[in-house]
């Protein structure tokens, strides 16, 4: 394992950093004043696109992709330090055009896509034009086997039409959402059940297409991306929408995942990480009793308890990333589990000792520790949930053995 970043990579940590200091957090309490206030929350912030072309003039840009996608791309152990930055501020991520859902749907054309396909969606992604959302998740199953997807996908001449409720579905209700990846059953009766689904692209202005409500978490609506419940209602698409082949819903899912896992992880790490720093100032400015909170002992354990926590979970998803950029996703998939289970779990207990640091403050939108930990409690369930990926890793671990 080397960790040592290149070149390229340590001068664009500094001037992300530089960019965060100087451009994002001086106007990171206006940015969430705006939203409580703007009477449409779906649309981009003006405040947002100030930033957004700002960054791009900087090159500060789609700095997720990979170097095989582009000539002067990072390789994951180069752009998970820059996730963690980004991570530092929920919407952060926004203005580099490299937030989730949008990041892996770009890859999923990237990998998977048509020349037309590309053209059409995948360019105008690239320049931040429109965004797009990723629609797996349904109310009716469990979703965490997601063979369990029931939203059907039928061919009909040369049209494929869609059936289904989805829900959950990040970035759905932004306006410049143009585009939906679709997981749905080409084939529900294959014995082999993880061929029975595909993917296949949706504009969103689709007849048929209706959003049912936006949804919260933890009370958060998550504008301007947001998440939502929607129907599939005899949606119709010509059959070259459908993404690498029917039966591949799955090989494209996967595609997709690892790399995005480290992202989710290093921006959590990011939250955690600002949340100690948040800790040690706070602690030197309160007294109780006639001490500093710095002074208690159990705060102090608190603190040092959640120095250890952060490294070994950053650590860990430095070693998935090294992984992945030496032998591949598919050989790193027990560390990328790893991660997935650890870096939540404790984002949220570190976010959550902040907060009682904080006292009831910490509860209120004074400072981000609670959207933070609605962040972290959240992503224990995207991209697959705690139990679906230690089932996995035990299992993986326990045939290795024997």
């Known amino acids: 394992m080397n960790f040592e970043h290149s070149a390229k990579a340590v001068a664009l940590q500094d001037h992300l950093q530089k960019f965060m200091d100087e451009e994002v957090y001086p106007v990171e309490k206006e940015y969430d004043e705006y939203m409580k206030t703007v009477a449409n929350p779906w649309a981009t912030p003006p405040l947002m696109q100030a930033l957004k072309t700002k960054a791009k003039k900087q090159g500060l840009w789609n700095l997720f992709l990979p170097a095989h996608d582009r000539e002067d791309g990072l ?10 930055i980004m991570g530092r501020v929920l919407w952060a991520p926004q203005v580099f055009n490299c937030n989730a859902p949008d990041t892996g749907n770009m890859e999923v054309f990237i990998k998977y896509g048509t020349e037309a396909q590309k053209e ?26 997601a063979t369990n997807v029931q939203c059907s996908i039928v061919k009909d001449g040369d049209e494929y039409v869609i059936n289904g409720r989805k829900w959950f579905i990040t970035g759905i209700m932004h306006e410049a959402c143009k585009i939906i990846i679709v997981m749905g059953k080409t084939d529900p009766d294959n014995p082999n059940r993880h061929i029975q689904q595909s993917q296949i692209l949706v504009p969103k202005d689709t007849p048929g297409v ?24 005899n949606v119709r698409v010509p059959t070259e929408n459908l993404l690498l082949g029917e039966g591949r819903g799955f090989e494209i899912a ?12 290093m921006r959590l790490i990011g939250c955690a990480q600002r949340a100690l720093e948040l800790m040690c100032k706070r602690v030197e400015t309160r007294s109780t009793f006639g001490f500093k909170l710095s002074e208690n002992q159990s705060v102090r354990e608190d603190i040092a308890q ?19 950029d030496r032998d591949g996703a598919k050989e790193a998939r027990d560390l990328i589990a790893a991660i997935k289970v650890v870096t939540p779990m404790m984002a949220a207990r570190v976010i959550d000792r902040a907060i ?33 990926h230690m089932m996995q890793l035990g299992r993986s671990l326990i045939k290795q053995h024997n």
């Open 356 to 388: 009682q640091i904080h006292g009831a403050g910490g509860l209120t939108e004074d400072y981000f520790l609670a959207e933070a930990y609605n962040y972290a409690r959240q992503i224990r369930f995207a991209d697959g949930p705690d139990q679906v």
């Open 210 to 233: 209706e959003i049912i409500r936006p949804l919260t978490t933890l009370g958060y609506v998550g504008a301007p991306l947001g998440e939502a419940e929607m129907v599939f209602n």
């Open 75 to 84: 390789s994951n152990v180069d752009y998970a330090p820059l996730a963690e």
């Open 254 to 265: 996967q595609g997709r995942l690892g790399p995005g896992r480290i992202h989710h992880c």
């Open 306 to 324: 959640s120095f250890c926590d952060v490294e070994q979970a950053r650590l860990l998803t430095m070693m998935a990333a090294d992984k992945i």
């Open 120 to 145: 059409k969606w995948l360019t105008p992604m690239l320049e931040g034009e429109i965004r797009s959302s990723f629609a797996m998740t349904e109310p009716d199953v469990a979703s965490s086997d």
